[in-house]
């Protein structure tokens, strides 16, 4: 119960003190980043972190590659 409590804890601490730069892709990832840690050895807390980083990087890359996917059309 207490892990449960730090990795929410730290989750809420990652979205508002990061705010909206952070905000894409963080809940989603540290949420399964969480679920993995916990599964893969009592390390909830570690894998949220690691999956709002990871998860707010795919958000990042996917918009990248929307924005260079509309240019090229409208170069052509």
């Known amino acids: 119960m207490k892990k449960a409590l730090v990795a929410s804890a730290t989750v809420l601490i ?9 905000a894409a ?6 949420a399964v980043g969480a679920v993995a840690g916990h599964v893969a050895g009592h390390h909830a807390v570690v894998g949220a972190i690691a999956g709002c980083a990871i998860g ?6 996917k918009a ?11 170069v052509h």
């Open 14 to 22: 990652l979205n508002v003190g990061a705010g909206h730069a952070w």
């Open 25 to 30: 892709g963080c809940l989603k990832g540290a």
């Open 56 to 61: 707010h990087h795919m958000v990042k890359e």
């Open 64 to 74: 990248k590659n929307v924005a260079q996917g509309s240019t090229a059309a409208q």
